[in-house]
């Protein structure tokens, strides 16, 4: 096999690995987030500010793993391009 084709195995295995990664950790948030808003629900002393900050804290986690794989994805499409024939898409520059 080439050097290039085997460039682009790496790729989409290190791809595959990241994606598979991101989905484990995006569960493993959607069951934090299901315990924290359990523990919530049954902390009557806790006041609403105390609420608040923790809903704004889980909203902050999520959008900054969705940014940092938006990223990602964004870098292995450029990655990518520089294996095809065509060289990166002018989308990724």
């Known amino acids: 096999m080439d050097t290039i084709g085997i460039a682009r195995q790496?790729?989409?295995?290190?791809?595959?690995?990241?994606?598979?990664?991101?989905?484990?950790?995006?569960?493993?948030?959607?069951?934090?987030?299901t315990a924290a808003s359990n523990l919530l629900g049954q902390a009557s002393g806790l006041p609403e500010t105390g609420r608040t900050a923790i809903n704004s804290w889980i909203a902050a986690c999520k959008k900054g793993r969705q940014d940092f794989?938006?990223?990602v994805d964004a870098n292995f499409e450029m990655v990518g391009g520089f294996f095809n024939e065509t060289g990166p898409s002018a989308a990724s520059e």
């Open 10 to 33: 790496m790729i989409a295995f290190h791809r595959a690995a990241f994606d598979n990664t991101c989905s484990a950790m995006a569960l493993f948030q959607a069951q934090s987030e």
């Open 69 to 71: 794989k938006n990223l």
